[in-house]
């Protein structure tokens, strides 16, 4: 699951400019953040794609914050926009927010 989540963190564009090493981890770091939050009986495999995005999508929010700029992701019909609007600014997508799309409500959407 660590591949596949690193594979799609690395096809946006936020990620073009960060080496495998540093990806890998802000992938570890995404899928540990995730896995804590996680309720009992709930695994990221009974999750499948929700949580494989979201640990792509946190990864990715993470490494606006080390480059400085925008991604999006596409996963099946769902797209995700985490565009940075002001050069400097960084992604103010929450673990919260993360948490409630890994766990759904079958939209694909961020609810805020």
Do not use: W
């Amino acid at each position: 699951m660590h591949e596949t989540i690193t594979a799609l963190a690395a096809q946006m564009p936020v990620c073009a400019g960060i080496s495998e090493s540093l990806l890998a981890s802000l992938c570890s770091a995404a899928e540990a953040e995730l896995d804590r939050h996680l309720m009992q009986d709930i695994t990221p495999q009974s999750l499948g794609v929700r949580y494989t995005a979201a640990a792509a999508m946190l990864a990715a929010s993470m490494a606006v914050t080390v480059s400085g700029g925008g991604a999006s992701l596409t996963v099946g019909d769902n797209a995700v926009d985490l565009d940075v609007a002001v050069e400097g600014d960084f992604n103010l997508v929450s673990v919260d927010e993360v948490k409630k799309l890994c766990g759904g409500d079958g939209s694909g959407r961020i609810q805020r």
